[in-house]
């Protein structure tokens, strides 16, 4: 059985095809329309040359950034703002004549560590993306957990754990909300709080080679961040004690969190200890494509 999956992101629509063993038949790239009718006609156009190219029809999952609506059963908090409100799994199923099943990316990210990547084998993936913001889902046994509310591994918009004095009311996030997890380790995040310690760099990778050519405010910062990192994933371990936490996102190559994170979660763990395996995810920018294709 051919598996599609569709990345449907902010700038481009991104489609994979999978055999049942995750062998790649097919890919392709191609700008998003920046409309729903649009978007529609080119999700559908590109189902239908992969079933003409391969010449057998398939299952269709959609990664998309936001998540539909188990009440209305509309599209909500998408930073693609023209699909809110809309049915998108509806929509696509009567053009593709078939169920269309629709996930938030970053679940659709750990789904796919869970089947074939980094966590392949394990029952409970948390798999977190950091990158210019902060996402996060659940893979229970190979398949996403949405839970109830659809929201299932929001987690970076919870507050940042045992905050100290000087961070406390610093952080404004686009939520709505103040001292959010992701304004906190998301790249954007990593890189306000060195310039705001008078470093200067555009990027997470940029402080990391800053920290390898020994400079002082970097390291510092690096610190900071790997702290901040540590009991943001330690409230994690503490509610769910995943088997494996699988890193994705600009920040997950910075090799230096590797070896160092270990270090530092005991002591934010219940009971101070931890062995809960963190690792970078094994397909990179393609995890949320073929984690789509594996929604079946």
């Known amino acids: 059985m051919?598996?599609?999956?569709?990345?449907?992101?902010?700038?481009?629509?991104?489609?994979?095809?999978?055999?049942d063993g995750g062998k790649e038949l097919f890919r392709k790239r191609i700008p998003t329309p920046r409309e729903y009718p649009a978007?529609?006609?080119?999700i559908e156009a590109l189902v239908?040359?992969?079933?003409?190219?391969?010449?057998?029809?398939?299952?269709?999952?959609?990664?998309?950034p936001g998540v539909v609506s188990p009440y209305s059963g509309l599209v909500k908090n998408a930073n693609s703002t023209w699909i809110n409100g809309h049915p998108l799994d509806v929509d696509l199923g009567e053009r593709l004549n078939r169920e269309v099943r629709v996930a938030n990316d970053a679940n659709c990210f750990a789904v796919s560590e869970a089947v074939d990547g980094a966590a392949a084998g394990k029952g409970v993936v948390f798999g977190v993306i950091i990158g210019t913001g902060c996402g996060?889902?659940?893979?229970?046994?190979?398949?996403?957990h949405a839970?109830?509310?659809?929201?299932g591994g929001e987690w970076g918009h919870n507050p940042l754990p045992w905050m100290t004095s000087d961070e406390?009311?610093?952080?404004?996030?686009?939520?709505?909300?103040?001292?959010?997890?992701?304004?906190?380790?998301?790249?954007?995040?990593?890189?306000?709080d060195f310039k705001a310690a008078g470093g200067q760099a555009n990027s997470g990778i940029e402080i990391a080679s800053l920290v390898e050519n020994g400079?002082?405010?970097a390291k510092a910062a690096f610190e900071r961040y790997i702290d901040r990192l540590a009991r943001s994933l330690a409230h994690v371990i503490n509610v769910l004690d995943p088997d494996v936490i699988v890193l994705g996102g600009g920040?997950?190559?910075?090799?230096?969190?590797?070896?160092?994170?270990?270090?530092?979660l005991p002591k934010y763990v219940l009971g101070g200890e931890c062995r809960t395996p963190v690792v970078q995810n094994m397909y990179g920018g393609s995890s949320g494509v073929r984690g789509a294709a594996w929604l079946w």
Not at 2 to 16: A, F, N, P
Not at 39 to 42: F, G, K, M, S, V
């Open 2 to 19: 051919v598996r599609m999956g569709v990345d449907l992101g902010g700038t481009k629509i991104e489609i994979v095809a999978l055999n």
């Open 39 to 42: 978007t529609l006609d080119a």
């Open 48 to 64: 239908n040359e992969v079933e003409s190219t391969l010449g057998e029809t398939g299952t269709v999952g959609v990664g998309i």
């Open 136 to 144: 996060a889902g659940f893979a229970i046994n190979g398949k996403v």
């Open 147 to 151: 839970g109830g509310n659809g929201i």
């Open 168 to 192: 406390f009311n610093t952080t404004s996030c686009f939520c709505g909300n103040r001292d959010c997890i992701e304004t906190f380790i998301s790249g954007t995040g990593f890189v306000r």
């Open 215 to 217: 400079d002082k405010l």
């Open 251 to 264: 920040v997950s190559n910075i090799a230096a969190i590797y070896p160092l994170l270990p270090e530092v």
